[in-house]
């Protein structure tokens, strides 16, 4: 199925990645000014590569979940270029160039989850990163009027897709509000490897997913055994949260990208 794309979000899909991106988000900048919001999130991404670069070597084994135009799945290839990696995309037109850029990258068209089998993907035309499985308010995101359409794809969860004994040292989940679907169907992988998990939890996505920071701090830390830090705190070799002290910042929506770690 062809979806309609905005001039817009074809041509940030033709930067992502490239030398042009830096100087084409600051002409972009200049025109509109980013809110607090986008500021935020564009310093997590450099507490991310920091992270990245800190627990990553040549050979490492990555997965990228919520692959979306391949910013992180490009630093994972530049940083573990002897690894074996997966990314997982369900929009068709973003796996297909992610099939494209990264050959070597195992690339799939489905949505990980904790069930198999197949559902509904919301595409949002507007603004794609914001996609996933379930419709929802994107006025949240500055989008009042979101464009959106609807395409069948399949769910697998990652432990039936990885062997048992496939080591994986760094799983990085974005998957607007199914973070904790995505976990679920990843225990065995997760409690076996401890492997290190950059994951979005933000408090829109909890509301709509009807799922509670209690609920991701017994799955990652009393069942897997890890444990959860903010992005910068760890950086600075800080104490991991308590669930009291994860609870508050997700519910205060102070922070939404987090690090879990063995």
């Known amino acids: 199925m062809n979806l309609p794309l905005t001039i817009k979000t074809h041509l940030k899909e033709l930067l ?3 030398p042009f991106e830096s100087g084409a988000r600051s002409i972009v900048d200049l025109i509109k000014p980013p809110n607090q919001k986008i500021l935020t999130s564009r310093q997590d991404d450099t507490y991310v590569y920091e992270i990245m670069k800190r627990i990553l070597d040549k050979s490492s084994n990555c997965i990228d ?3 979306n135009m391949g910013s992180v799945l490009t630093k994972i290839c530049q940083l573990a270029p002897l690894g ?3 990314a997982f995309e369900p929009l068709p037109r ?3 160039r992610l099939q494209k850029r990264f050959p070597k990258v195992d690339v799939r068209q489905i949505a990980l989850s904790d069930l198999e089998g197949e559902t509904t993907f919301w595409h949002v035309v507007d603004a794609p990163a914001l996609s996933g499985l ?4 994107y006025s949240y995101w500055g989008y009042n009027n979101a464009q959106t359409a609807s395409i069948a794809i399949k769910t697998q ?3 039936d897709i990885l062997q048992p004994d496939f080591k994986v040292n760094f799983i990085k989940v974005d998957v607007e ?3 904790f679907q995505v976990f679920k169907g990843a225990i065995r992988t997760l409690k076996t490897h401890k492997p ?11 509301v709509d997913y009807k799922t509670t920071p209690g609920m991701m701090y017994e799955l990652l830390v009393n069942q897997c055994g890890l444990k959860i830090f903010k992005l910068n705190s760890w950086l600075e070799g800080l104490a991991p949260l308590s669930e009291p002290e994860f609870t508050i910042i997700c519910e205060e929506d102070s922070a939404w990208n987090f690090l879990a770690t063995p």
């Open 16 to 18: 992502i990645g490239t």
């Open 65 to 67: 979940v919520g692959g």
């Open 84 to 86: 074996e990696h997966y």
């Open 94 to 96: 973003l796996a297909t």
């Open 134 to 137: 379930k419709q929802r308010d």
């Open 157 to 159: 969860t990652l432990d």
């Open 177 to 179: 509000g199914a973070e």
């Open 196 to 206: 290190y998990l950059v994951f979005e939890f933000g408090h829109s996505g909890m």
